[in-house]
């Protein structure tokens, strides 16, 4: 069984003391998990202030203390959000996000598992950025390739922006991706095999299935914009099958946790 920590990080007002402590919260749950997640992922928005803002430098500085108490073994995977790049990101705010956070799309082995990490920024407004835009494309056909000729047993994709929210079908608003991008991405990653598409960005918890493809939204950490409680999603991933649940951070420093996740195991 290999466990994985999702989060997505940041406020949707200017209360950054209580997401700080929100944050360290999360990390020690995190540090308490058993097993141990073989990473903790944050699906964008790592800090509330946006490109150009004067407490951003700061922000960036006090989530970097925050994470040092993240134990060695559970290393940080991190995506870029709007937050991160801006709306419609330019060259500039995705290199100032490359140094500080690393790059803003990448791939990576886990377990045995195909992880790719998307700016799907670049999906949302690339009209500032067309040639980063492209390269992502072409980067993503190769990885996907590889994907497809591998015949990953699982291979999964981190974005922060939703495919969809609840239905391949609906229509585009500022929290999913405009249709015709959604399904050519649709398209491409049932092609290849991907099993799940994990992101942040709605604030709530969603989620809706394009025939053997899984959408999974994870709520926040931080602001919630719906009922759901401060928390992140725990998956547990077998030989056989992708489960996930999502609990509040209250709830993480329950030690039934592992038994809650062998039973939904068992459930699916």
């Known amino acids: 069984m290999k466990a994985y920590a999702i989060g997505d ?13 929100l944050m360290k919260q999360a990390v020690q749950a995190i540090n308490q998990l058993s097993p141990k997640p073989k990473f903790f992922v944050i699906c964008g928005d790592l800090v509330h202030g946006m490109p150009g803002t004067p407490w951003r430098e700061a ?27 801006g709306n419609a990101p330019t060259p500039e ?17 886990a377990g045995g598992i195909f992880f790719l990490v998307l700016n799907s920024q670049l999906y949302f407004d ?29 291979a999964v994709v981190f974005q ?10 609906e229509d585009h608003d500022y929290f999913n991706l405009e ?14 095999g991907i099993k799940a598409v994990f992101s942040g960005h709605y604030h709530r918890n969603a989620g809706g299935s394009y025939k053997d493809l899984e959408m ?3 709520s ?27 609990y509040s951070l209250d709830k993480l420093n329950n030690q039934g946790i592992e038994k809650d996740l062998m039973d939904l195991l068992k459930q699916n």
Not at 93 to 109: E, K, L, S
Not at 127 to 143: G, M, N, P, Y
Not at 183 to 192: H, I, M, P, S, T
Not at 234 to 244: G, P
């Open 9 to 21: 990080c940041s406020s949707g007002g200017d209360e950054w003391d209580q997401e700080l402590t």
């Open 59 to 85: 922000q960036t500085h006090d989530l970097k203390n925050v994470l040092k108490g993240l134990s060695r073994e559970i290393p940080a995977v991190f995506v870029s959000g709007n937050h991160d790049l």
């Open 93 to 109: 705010t995705i290199d100032d996000y490359c140094q500080q956070w690393g790059d803003d799309y990448f791939a990576f082995w």
């Open 126 to 154: 690339h009209s500032k950025c067309l040639e980063q835009k492209q390269a992502q494309d072409t980067w993503l056909d190769e990885q996907l390739t590889l994907a497809e000729r591998r015949a990953c047993k699982h």
């Open 160 to 169: 922060h922006i939703p495919l969809f929210l609840q239905s391949p079908e």
């Open 179 to 192: 249709k015709s991008i959604r399904q050519e991405l649709l398209d491409k990653f049932r092609k290849a």
């Open 216 to 218: 999974v939204v994870s």
């Open 220 to 246: 926040a950490i931080g602001c919630q914009l719906g009922e759901d409680t401060h928390g992140l999603r725990v998956v547990v991933v077998t030989a056989e099958k992708i489960v996930h649940r999502y």
